[in-house]
């Protein structure tokens, strides 16, 4: 019976500490402005270099723009869902790291407190990192309009 506690009591520990680990990172901030173009330019850019290479007629064109517009009408709710879900599930690691925050003692939660900012110190210089590298190999400017 005793070696049950000890198990459960094991793996409440570890729950917690992975639980606390994860409410220590910080909110995804918005990226940097830089000169990216926008992710529709680069998206249309796609679609452009797709119907090129596939050697698309005007009319497979003018199809598979409103197969993407309706692709894109079904994925709004769903997408709208998955923004409501984060909320929530930001809302539940807030609120458990406070209930773990309520166990530390004054030593602890300043060695937290170091730990998080350690933690935002490192994520901000990976997120800087990754911003002076282009977004995509192939990004090119978008080809001439065809003219009508």
Do not use: W
Not at 5 to 21: I, K, N, P
Not at 92 to 108: C, G, P, S, Y
């Amino acid at each position: 019976m005793n070696k049950k506690y000890l198990l459960a009591g094991v793996f409440g520990a570890a729950l917690m500490l992975g639980t606390a680990s994860a409410y220590c990172q910080e909110p995804r901030p918005e990226p940097p402005f830089d000169d990216r173009p926008p992710h529709h330019e680069i998206m249309k850019r796609e679609h452009h270099r797709m119907a090129d290479r596939l050697k698309l007629t005007d009319e497979q064109k003018k199809q598979a723009e409103d197969i993407r517009k309706a692709g894109r009408e079904k994925v709004k709710p769903l997408m709208e869902e998955m923004k409501q879900l984060r909320e929530k599930m930001d809302a539940a690691r807030e609120e458990n790291m406070k209930e773990f925050e309520k166990i530390l003692n004054d030593e602890q939660k300043a060695e937290l407190e170091k730990i998080k900012a350690e933690r935002k110190s490192e994520f901000k210089a990976r997120r800087h990192h990754r911003g002076e590298r282009p977004m995509n190999p192939g990004d090119r400017p978008l080809p001439p309009k065809p003219e009508k």
